[in-house]
């Protein structure tokens, strides 16, 4: 999605002549090969975007730095539906889990060569077993929704597309640290270039949301790479445009039909694009931990409610119109539930009566406090948060509530976190503790690009 919203955004302010070179200098896939019995086309454009491993490709210094080891696994590290309305005025993203239970029509497999009948997998096995042309066909049977394009990334574009855009802008109330990854972010706004971003976006290990808390800092990240494209006119310049497609198109595959002409309609119609013009959602969940036999553990979807997205899609309908908008700041969903997060709140500043006000607020929010607010023995900068590191996930929950916090670990302290609030306390931020056992049964999470980006005094 980076690669496609990079080339689609420039191609509003750049020739024909340049357009058609960035054609000739994409690899070509046949990703529709002998499909039949197809869904019948809606309105606007469907573009599968694929995003592959891509291991292969990385150079020896990137594997240490990003934590990029393992063999390439030759299937989908992301698949997203990207539907473009008929008017060319909004982009609506879907994010369709890798682990999802899918059914793969008869096929021939691509590396032992047998003629295999239909048969259950995960979704990202689809790629490994017959490449493009059965992940269109697995995702038009699951969907209903006719692919009109495919377009398919790597690692190494991911990256190089990120440098030379200058770094994506990318905030968090609360500390990003996954061992698996590599990342570690501390709160605040960062500018993650090439490596980094790939990081940010391929992080599973960071809360309990597991993959589909990858999916939606995925979202994020694209939102605001469609910011720093729009605003920043770098894609308007034809010299700065020609360094970023010379840098990322050596590791683009597109079918056939997305050349020229389809850039440069895209290009053109979508000139006034911003993030309030791109929507995002996650195909919704009726179940987690659908065991399969023989594929382990999958994600089940809702019937219902994802039957409703696609529909939405094939009709051209925005997801967002008529929906009403928070009057508040949404609560941020937490990997543990507050209501057996046990906390005292210690006063580190000249306030009075301070402690008292977050001890109730955090109350309020769900967390176990005493009830019995205390006075720090010193004064502090900083809100800092204490806790023993065997209860490191209740101290990572506490800090979503505490944007800008500092959490230290104290081992041995035992189970009660302790918050010191300091002069930079900026106040308590509600949560909401999401039990994977139990999805979701409201509207589906559907948020606007520009909802997702840093504010302005981020």
Same mark, same amino acid.
């Given at each position: 999605?980076?690669? $496609?919203?990079? #080339?689609? $955004?420039?191609?509003?302010?750049?020739?024909?002549?340049?357009?058609?070179? $960035?054609?000739?200098?994409?690899?070509?896939?046949?990703?529709?090969? @002998?499909?039949?019995?197809?869904?019948?086309?809606?309105?606007?454009?469907?573009?599968?975007?694929?995003?592959?491993?891509?291991?292969?490709?990385?150079?020896?210094?990137?594997?240490?730095?990003?934590?990029?080891?393992?063999?390439?696994?030759?299937?989908?590290?992301?698949?997203?539906?990207?539907?473009?309305?008929?008017?060319?005025?909004?982009?609506?993203?879907?994010?369709?889990?890798?682990?999802?239970?899918?059914?793969?029509?008869?096929?021939?497999?691509?590396?032992?060569?047998?003629?295999?009948?239909?048969?259950?997998?995960?979704?990202?096995?689809?790629?490994?077993?017959?490449?493009?042309?059965?992940?269109?066909?697995?995702?038009?049977?699951?969907?209903?929704?006719?692919?009109?394009?495919?377009?398919?990334?790597?690692?190494?574009?991911?990256?190089?597309?990120?440098?030379?855009?200058?770094?994506?802008?990318?905030?968090?109330?609360?500390?990003?640290?996954?061992?698996?990854?590599?990342?570690?972010?501390?709160?605040?706004?960062?500018?993650?270039?090439?490596?980094?971003?790939?990081?940010?976006?391929?992080?599973?290990?960071?809360?309990?949301?597991?993959?589909?808390?990858?999916?939606?800092?995925?979202?994020?990240?694209?939102?605001?790479?469609?910011?720093?494209?729009?605003?920043?006119?770098?894609?308007?310049?034809?010299?700065?445009?020609?360094?970023?497609?010379?840098?990322?198109?050596?590791?683009?595959?597109?079918?056939?039909?997305?050349?020229?002409?389809?850039?440069?309609?895209?290009?053109?119609?979508?000139?006034?694009?911003?993030?309030?013009?791109?929507?995002?959602?996650?195909?919704?969940?009726?179940?987690?931990?659908?065991?399969?036999?023989?594929?382990?553990?999958?994600?089940?979807?809702?019937?219902?409610?994802?039957?409703?997205?696609?529909?939405?899609?094939?009709?051209?309908?925005?997801?967002?119109?008529?929906?009403?908008?928070?009057?508040?700041?949404?609560?941020?969903?937490?990997?543990?539930?507050?209501?057996?997060?046990?906390?005292? #709140?210690?006063?580190?500043?000249?306030?009075?009566?301070?402690?008292?006000?977050?001890?109730?607020?955090?109350?309020?929010?769900?967390?176990?406090?005493?009830?019995?607010?205390?006075?720090?023995?010193?004064? $502090?900068?900083?809100? #800092?948060?204490?806790?023993?590191?065997?209860?490191?996930?209740?101290?990572?929950?506490?800090?979503?509530?505490?944007?800008?916090?500092?959490?230290?670990?104290?081992?041995?302290?035992?189970? #009660?976190?302790?918050?010191?609030?300091?002069?930079?306390?900026?106040?308590?931020?509600?949560?909401?503790?999401? @039990?994977?056992?139990?999805?979701?049964?409201?509207?589906?999470?559907?948020?606007?690009?520009?909802?997702?980006?840093?504010?302005?005094?981020?």
């Amino acid at each position: 999605m980076t690669t $496609l919203s990079v #080339v689609v $955004l420039a191609s509003a302010g750049i020739g024909h002549a340049v357009v058609t070179s $960035l054609d000739a200098g994409i690899a070509r896939v046949d990703a529709f090969k @002998d499909m039949k019995d197809r869904p019948q086309a809606g309105h606007g454009m469907n573009i599968l975007l694929v995003g592959t491993d891509g291991r292969d490709k990385i150079t020896e210094g990137q594997r240490r730095a990003f934590h990029l080891g393992g063999q390439p696994c030759h299937c989908t590290d992301t698949m997203m539906i990207v539907h473009i309305s008929e008017g060319r005025e909004r982009a609506t993203v879907v994010s369709l889990p890798r682990d999802s239970f899918a059914e793969a029509p008869a096929h021939r497999d691509q590396t032992t060569g047998r003629q295999l009948g239909p048969h259950p997998l995960k979704l990202n096995a689809a790629y490994a077993e017959g490449g493009p042309p059965l992940t269109v066909r697995t995702v038009e049977n699951m969907t209903h929704v006719k692919i009109d394009h495919y377009l398919e990334v790597d690692f190494t574009s991911f990256m190089k597309t990120v440098d030379v855009l200058g770094g994506v802008r990318i905030c968090t109330a609360t500390p990003l640290k996954d061992t698996y990854s590599g990342l570690d972010l501390a709160p605040g706004t960062h500018t993650l270039l090439g490596g980094q971003a790939l990081q940010y976006v391929r992080s599973r290990h960071l809360d309990g949301d597991s993959d589909l808390g990858r999916m939606k800092r995925q979202q994020r990240f694209l939102a605001a790479l469609i910011e720093k494209a729009t605003s920043s006119g770098v894609l308007l310049n034809p010299m700065r445009f020609r360094d970023v497609t010379r840098a990322v198109l050596g590791s683009v595959r597109a079918d056939a039909g997305f050349g020229t002409d389809e850039l440069l309609d895209l290009g053109r119609a979508m000139r006034n694009f911003s993030p309030s013009s791109s929507e995002f959602t996650t195909v919704p969940i009726g179940r987690m931990d659908y065991p399969v036999k023989g594929i382990g553990s999958t994600l089940k979807w809702d019937p219902a409610r994802s039957a409703r997205l696609f529909q939405a899609l094939r009709d051209d309908r925005p997801l967002t119109t008529g929906r009403p908008r928070p009057a508040a700041p949404a609560a941020t969903t937490v990997e543990t539930d507050p209501r057996g997060i046990r906390v005292e #709140v210690a006063n580190g500043t000249t306030t009075t009566g301070l402690a008292k006000r977050i001890d109730a607020e955090l109350a309020a929010t769900g967390f176990a406090t005493t009830h019995r607010p205390v006075t720090a023995p010193a004064r $502090l900068p900083a809100t #800092v948060i204490t806790y023993d590191p065997r209860w490191d996930r209740s101290a990572r929950t506490l800090a979503a509530a505490l944007p800008g916090s500092e959490l230290r670990a104290a081992p041995g302290q035992g189970p #009660v976190l302790k918050v010191t609030a300091g002069a930079g306390f900026r106040g308590v931020q509600a949560v909401r503790f999401k @039990d994977p056992r139990h999805p979701d049964d409201g509207a589906e999470s559907v948020v606007r690009g520009n909802e997702v980006v840093c504010s302005g005094n981020a």
